[in-house]
């Protein structure tokens, strides 16, 4: 148990020295704990002795000390030599150390400068969460790039509430972390109300749409506009660039259009093998690009979706996903001992139509949706909205959408935490009920004919 004060006041201390000739201790040094937990000292001048000679100390001495621990224990001390920006580049310094991308910390640093900009920096002032508030509420898109860079946006669209949300999380890490330190008294923003987020329904791709993104149609589409472009050209007669010219001003496009489709290889198109792993698995768009052979277990009819360095897992846990008997047709004749499933440009965000040197190697900006936007106009399917997180959401939905579906073993083969995040995801399952309950079982009927489809023919 540890010594109690001599002051009666926690964190502080005194002790006597600089005896005079008749050996009466004539100075006090009085110590008290900053805000750092370091000891503050003041000397105080002895002026009264009790009768066996020990000191008196004087009331000043004692005020002192317990002011001191005061303000302290408030938190008025510290604020004063600390700001924002310091917290924001210390809580810069944590994350990196564990190993949090530098995406996250370049944005908080982001979110420093522009705070530092409107003079926003002390956290203890009764004015700094409405500050706070007032900048975030006034931020207009590209907000977070240099007034000289190359790519600073020059649209005035305001920041989405989502976007917002975001930024005012950011600053209450940094004031929650400056309270864990013991620089702010409380969380000057924990009272702040985040901004309201509308509540909307994702676009969703559609069954029929579903069918044309993993058809063979889609997949062959190069093969047969390369057959039907040379067929053309040989109708046309004539010289072969009369003869395109001729077929460019019928389709009513540019005949550079026509040059292009014919200088693409008649080969299956490579974003199609990545289409279907998404449309199949439910995955998060950078596991399913980046599965691997290996995890594939033909034999139990899961695929292991496990950690790997070149990926980022959000939720760090590994999982079963359940192998569709349409995807364990479409891979079984691709099968390999190991390896990823995609080639390197694909896992790198490219379409596959053009070979990029950096994507040959794995590296890109890992846009999906980018990716896929493309490849729906190659096969003529206008994405509008949707995204290659989209994909996802549909898996969920048609998933939840079937009556005899248990919900708990789709929160985990998507890999929810929790089975309202799940929920979430399903809310559009309504528009898929009345065709998935006709399907013969839970699985994927996209490929195959089924009772609710066999009658469109779609291959």
Not at 41 to 66: H, N, Q, V, Y
Not at 192 to 201: G, M, V
Not at 307 to 330: G, H, M, T, V, W
Request: aromatic residues 6%.
């Amino acid at each position: 148990m540890g010594r109690s004060s001599p002051l009666g006041i926690e964190g502080t201390g005194v002790s006597y020295r600089d005896p005079d000739a008749a050996g009466r201790l004539t100075a006090a040094q009085v110590r008290a704990r900053d805000e750092s937990g370091a000891w503050q000292c003041k000397r105080f001048a002895i002026e009264s002795w009790r009768r066996d000679g020990t000191p008196i100390l004087p009331d000043a001495a004692k005020d002192w000390a317990r002011e001191t621990r005061k303000s302290f224990v408030k938190g008025e001390t510290v604020a004063r030599a600390a700001t924002f920006q310091d917290f924001a580049a210390l809580l810069c310094e944590n994350l990196a150390a564990s190993g949090v991308g530098a995406e996250r910390t370049a944005l908080i640093k982001k979110v420093a400068a522009g705070l530092l900009r409107e003079g926003v920096t002390d956290m203890r002032t009764d004015a700094f969460p409405v500050r706070v508030r007032t900048w975030i509420t006034g931020l207009k898109a590209g907000w977070s790039y240099a007034a000289d860079a190359k790519n600073r946006r020059t649209t005035v669209a305001p920041l989405s509430p989502a976007t917002r949300n975001k930024i005012l999380v950011i600053c209450r890490q940094v004031t929650g972390l400056a309270l864990r330190k013991r620089r702010l008294p409380f969380d000057t923003l924990v009272e702040l109300p985040r901004f309201k987020e509308p509540t909307t329904l994702k676009p969703l791709f559609t069954t029929d749409e579903l069918r044309r993104l993993v058809s063979d149609t889609a997949r062959d589409h190069s093969i047969a506009a390369h057959a039907d472009l040379a067929a053309a050209i040989a109708a046309a007669g004539g010289s072969r660039g009369e003869a395109i010219g001729a077929i460019a001003k019928a389709r009513k496009v540019h005949p550079t259009s026509i040059y292009n489709a014919l200088a693409r290889k008649p080969e299956a198109d490579p974003w199609w093998l990545a289409c279907c792993l998404l449309v199949y698995t439910g995955a998060r768009a950078q596991e399913a690009m980046h599965l691997r052979w290996e995890w594939v277990q033909w034999d139990a009819g899961v695929i292991t979706l496990k950690l790997a360095d070149d990926y980022d897992s959000k939720s760090d846990a590994e999982r079963l996903i359940p192998l569709e008997p349409e995807l364990r047709a479409i891979l079984q004749p691709l099968a390999k001992t190991t390896g990823h499933i995609l080639p390197p440009e694909i896992r790198a965000g490219g379409s596959g139509m053009k070979l990029r040197e950096s994507a040959a190697k794995g590296k890109g900006a890992r846009d999906y949706t980018a990716a896929l936007r493309r490849y729906c106009v190659r096969i003529k399917l206008d994405v509008g909205e949707r995204t290659a997180h989209s994909l996802r959401h549909c898996y969920i939905s048609l998933k939840a959408a079937r009556a005899d579906m248990n919900i708990d073993r789709l929160r985990k083969a998507v890999g929810h935490a929790d089975a309202a995040t799940t929920a979430g995801y399903s809310r559009l399952s309504q528009m898929f009920e009345a065709e998935v309950d006709r399907w013969p079982d839970s699985t994927l009927w996209l490929r195959r004919p089924s009772p609710a489809v066999a009658a469109q023919g779609v291959r």
